[in-house]
């Protein structure tokens, strides 16, 4: 049983500055669990640290490639073995909370659907849906009920919600193999919005624009599973005129809010999660956990 340190919470909370700062205090190395910052050429957007030196699994994936909640545990279950092997701590640290219950639980939960994903679906035909899926989830086609509204409504809410086929989702994947410290890591509603619409100024500031149009002219399209992060949708707005950039910047916020929310609802639900307001409290709690499980310290 190897112990690890995961450390969650919704975007623009501040998690990766906390993980960051516990693996220099505990020679730990960080494994990414975020699902857009394993995709190069969104580095902006995604938020993905510019300094990836003692980090694994960031920027890995081309955007049109998709990416399962199994593979990444198969990627982080080897990573954290060699870092475990290198007598280093493994954090893993991420706002996914699908790749933190595979790898950590062992099982997936079928996802709680956002209202305004469900909304949104159900302003679509059936044959738009179906369309839909034939792009984003083909394989699921042959699995469901066509004929069934609600089965192909379904489906397409929950690749839409998580990047992933409602067929993976109910498994059993196996006995964990870890010891883990569950550490939550959020501000106050406030403060999280304002760290929010700073982080999307930020991203203005540091090239998004250019990020995005490096990526249409490259030929890459809105369908692809990197190209579905926050920011894509409204920049290519905003270069195609349909959207001011204040406009595009704001849709920005609103969504990530939204996501926010949604990661917060995800992580509340596993009451083995302990959250943190300071980081003194946080380090206390890993000084004890490794000191109890690991013979460090």
Known sequence: MIPIIVVVGPTAAGKSEVAEDLAKKCNG??????????????????????????TRLYEFKLVNESYSFAEFVVHADQAIAEIAAEGKVPIVVGGTGLYIDALVQRFVPPPVVA?????????????E???????????????????????????????LQTGQSITSFGQDIGNSPYIPLLIGWSPDREELHERIAKRVQQMWIAGAVLEVKQLLAAGHTSGEPGMQAIGVSEIEAYLSGQLTEVEAQQKMIERTRQYARRQLTWFRRNKNIVWYTSFDDIWHSVHTFLQTNSNRF
């Open 29 to 54: 190395v960080i494994v990414n669990a975020d699902a857009r910052q394993i995709y190069k050429d969104i580095r902006i957007l995604s938020a993905a640290p510019e300094e990836q030196k003692n």
């Open 115 to 127: 209202p305004e994903i469900r909304a949104r679906v159900a302003e679509y035909s059936q044959q």
């Open 129 to 159: 849906i179906i369309d839909l899926l034939k792009t984003s989830d083909p394989h699921v086609l042959n699995t469901i009920d066509v004929q069934n509204p609600r089965r192909v409504q379904r489906a397409l809410e929950v690749i």
